[in-house]
């Protein structure tokens, strides 16, 4: 960090939130961006501060208030995409860990200590480099890899499980925003695709993203089942959702709605469309305010995550494991998997010989791993959908303290079969913190986003939650990172549009006096004076590629796909993937395509399966 960089900075977070130095905001951007990123971020830091280089002969730093956030409003607007990609990242960076930190007038912060329950999950110690020997080597410790685990311990077969991230569990988890995504979400929930058009979310920590995904538990649903076909609809499929709803306790009985739910429903009940309660995987759920801060850990221990379900029954049944201990490859001899070769956040390595592996590193780090280790075809990486996710805001005249409250209780499939196929969106909600409102909200001043902030006890968001039939691709970078390629098509982006308009409808049936979207350009209305035909029209005009429209992907699927034939996919009905022997994928990435539904029960059902059938052939 050169005193030019430095100088950049400082300029533009203090552009963006006044009062970000005094908040440590600089350093919090560097802390949060992704190992990937920085050295693009140091380029551009590099060039930022010179003379000339926005159109203006003085530096950026030199500008008055006003003339840098005319400059940061043309990069925001810029018809060059790397230019809005710079923006809506840097905007993000310093935005969010600044409201994060200092809050908003009416947000009561972080939970403190909630839980005094002690740990039940022991992990192996690992003092330097080591081998060790199994029967199963599990790569991942969420929906997937946590099932298998269990199934696979449950057999009678050794179990080593490797989790990249740390181990956290109730006691550690306090509510504090920033926090949390340091600590539990893959690269500090701060990655995106390449063009930085997709927020992507994963959590990494044992327990994957059952640990900070918000409870939602639908079985997939016949007619999806239908179009996958194959192992989708057999007998042993189902008998797999049944077991796993089962252990997670899904129901929906402890579902009373939040504000935000009550709003929702009464904009759908007021325009006659379909609203029902959400099936959730909780026992014990406070469904008030402990319950909104979940997507940081649950600090009851409610939640029924695999780190109190499938990995207690893992390490009941002998299975060891390790945290902080990253996969790099798999170990391949004469066409056979032989184990893993890892490596720990301190740099030891851990070598593992096994008789098979259960890969169940999520969406993202299973096609690299499989990439990364030469194993698989030409469909590993391929085919990933994402269920891209854009908000709609509205502001009440009630108080609706977005951030507390159950986190998901209501649900809307009004829309969720716009063309016939079954492709369209769900319509959700979901608790709004100040970082996610940060994330969400347009910018277009410093005075402006304050001013949006300083709303957020009387704001109510809907999610539309797209079935998209677009598909991106997994790659990997020169340092063995995943790389993401992502761009929607024009059919799902037709479905955006209609969401957003029915998510207008919605709000302003249920009394928002002021309608946001989430598009840069600062696309909003009030009902009261406004047209939501404008409001369409505004959003039109201001685009849905990237950096025009906020989008974030909660649901990764698809990347190592299962299916019938070596010329469409990369595993076969059981998962195991093709050309190579003793390696079978039990995660999300085994979708044939986009499930619709929130995936975490259909990725369980699916590692429950497959590792039954991988344990049936082992012992």
């Known amino acids: 960090m050169t005193p030019s960089r430095r100088r950049s900075l400082d300029a533009i977070c203090e552009t963006f939130c006044p009062g970000a130095l005094e908040a440590r905001v600089p350093e919090l951007l560097l802390e949060l961006t992704p190992q990937p990123e920085l050295a693009g971020l140091m380029r551009l830091l590099s060039i930022w501060d010179r003379p000339f280089v926005h159109g203006r002969r003085r530096r950026f730093s030199a500008l008055t208030r006003e003339e840098r956030e005319a400059v940061l409003r043309s990069w925001c607007d810029s018809r060059l995409g790397p230019k809005r990609q710079a923006f809506q990242g840097l905007r993000k960076g310093a935005a969010i860990p600044y409201y994060g930190t200092v809050g908003v007038d009416g947000y009561p912060g972080p939970l403190g200590a909630v839980s005094d329950r002690a740990r039940t999950i022991r992990p192996l110690r690992v003092g330097g480099d080591v081998a060790l020997e199994c029967d199963v080597c599990v790569v991942g410790s969420g929906a997937g890899g946590g099932t298998a685990a269990a199934v696979l311990a449950a057999a009678g077969l050794d179990v080593i499980v490797l989790e990249a991230g740390g181990h956290y569990e109730a006691a550690d988890f306090d509510g504090d925003e920033l926090s949390a995504y340091r600590r539990f979400y893959e690269g500090a929930a701060a990655l995106t695709t390449s063009d930085g058009g997709i927020g992507l979310l994963a959590g990494c920590c044992l327990g994957g993203t059952t640990l900070v995904n918000y409870t939602t538990s639908f079985r997939t649903p016949d007619a999806v089942r ?7 609809v057999s007998t042993d499929f189902e008998g797999a959702l049944d077991a796993v709803c089962a252990r997670l306790g899904v ?43 979940c997507g940081f850990g649950c600090a009851l221990g409610a939640k029924q ?55 169940a590193a999520g969406a993202l780090h299973t096609p690299a791993l499989l990439r990364r280790s030469g194993v698989g075809n030409e469909h590993v990486g391929r085919h990933l959908h994402l269920h891209p996710v854009t908000g709609v805001l509205g502001e009440f005249a009630e108080e609706i303290r977005p951030w507390e409250g159950t986190i998901q209780a209501r649900y809307s499939d009004q829309h969720s079969d716009l063309d016939g196929e079954g492709y369209g969106l769900k319509y959700e909600t979901a608790p709004v913190h100040p970082g996610v409102l ?16 300083g709303a957020l006890p009387h704001i109510s968001g809907i999610g539309l939650l797209l079935r998209d039939r677009s598909e991106g691709e997994v790659r990997v ?50 009902p009261s004076r406004g047209s939501r035909g404008q409001f369409l029209h505004d959003a039109d005009a201001c685009g849905y590629g990237a950096g025009r429209c906020v989008f974030y992907a909660f649901h990764l ?22 050309g190579t022997k003793n390696v079978v994928v039990v995660d999300g990435s085994t979708f044939p395509g986009a499930s619709g539904v929130n995936p975490m029960v259909t990725i369980e059902a699916i590692a429950h399966r497959n590792a039954s059938i991988l344990a049936a052939g082992l012992t």
């Open 557 to 578: 699927m698809g990347s190592a796909r299962m299916g019938d034939s070596s010329r469409t996919s990369a595993c076969d009905h059981e998962g195991r993937v093709r």
């Open 226 to 232: 239908q179009e996958w076909g194959g192992p989708f």
């Open 305 to 359: 995550s695999t780190l109190v379900t499938w990995l207690e029954d893992a390490q009941r049944d002998g299975a060891r494991i390790l945290v902080r201990t990253r996969a790099r490859r798999v170990l391949v001899e004469r066409g056979a998997a032989r184990g893993v070769e890892a490596e720990t956040s301190a740099g030891q390595r851990v070598s593992v010989r096994a008789r098979a592996i259960a890969v």
């Open 251 to 293: 129901g929906t009985g402890e579902a009373e709605p939040s504000a935000r739910d009550q709003a929702m429903a009464r904009g759908l009940k007021a325009l006659g469309w379909h609203v029902a309660t959400m099936p959730r995987n909780v026992r014990g759920c406070d469904q008030g305010r402990v319950c909104g801060y």
């Open 477 to 526: 970078g020169r340092n063995g990172s995943p790389r993401v390629r992502y761009r929607l098509g024009a059919a799902d982006v037709e479905h955006v549009r209609v969401g957003l308009d029915g998510a207008a409808q919605i709000l302003e049936a249920a009394g928002a006096g002021r309608i946001i979207s989430s598009h840069s350009g600062g696309v909003s209305y009030e």
């Open 438 to 453: 940060a994330a969400y909200g347009p910018w277009r001043s410093a005075s402006q986003h304050r001013a949006l902030l």
